[in-house]
């Protein structure tokens, strides 16, 4: 059965950087499509950014496009997620998301294709 352990939150300073890693452990049955969502208090799980396990395609959402980078190393079954320009709007629980099927249309920013999740990591911005 595969796992997932997201890991590097914590608490920045706005126009801070964090990376955060998620770790799948266990048999990895075919490949995995991998996604980073986030859910801050008060507010619904939101779609962050999505990768390819081959790492040939990338999605992001506008609200972190050209600050965050979503990246795989299959040899290490993890997946990061470089956050820049940190926001105090981006504070909010961040969890790991892994689906065998191929993403379709915009199927990667949907909470429903993703079968596996992991536990999640806190951010927090401060201004």
């Known amino acids: 059965q595969v796992q997932l352990v997201e890991s590097g939150g914590g608490l920045v300073q706005a126009g801070g950087s964090l990376r955060l890693s998620c770790a799948a452990s266990?048999?990895?049955?075919?490949?995995?499509?991998m996604g980073w969502f986030r859910q801050a208090p008060g507010r619904e799980r939101e779609f962050v950014a999505a990768?390819?396990?081959?790492?040939?395609?990338?999605y992001y959402a506008d609200s972190v496009k050209g600050r965050f980078t979503i990246s795989s190393d299959n040899a290490k079954n993890t997946v990061a997620l470089q956050m820049n320009s940190l926001k105090p709007e981006d504070t909010a629980l961040y969890y790991c998301?892994?689906?065998?099927?191929?993403?379709?249309?915009?199927?990667?920013?949907?909470?429903?294709?993703?079968?596996?999740w992991g536990q999640g990591t806190q951010v927090t911005v401060s201004s």
């Open positions: 990768i390819t396990w081959a790492g040939a395609s990338a």
């Open positions: 998301a892994a689906t065998p099927r191929t993403y379709y249309s915009s199927s990667y920013s949907r909470i429903r294709s993703y079968d596996l």
């Open positions: 266990g048999r990895i049955l075919g490949a995995y499509n």
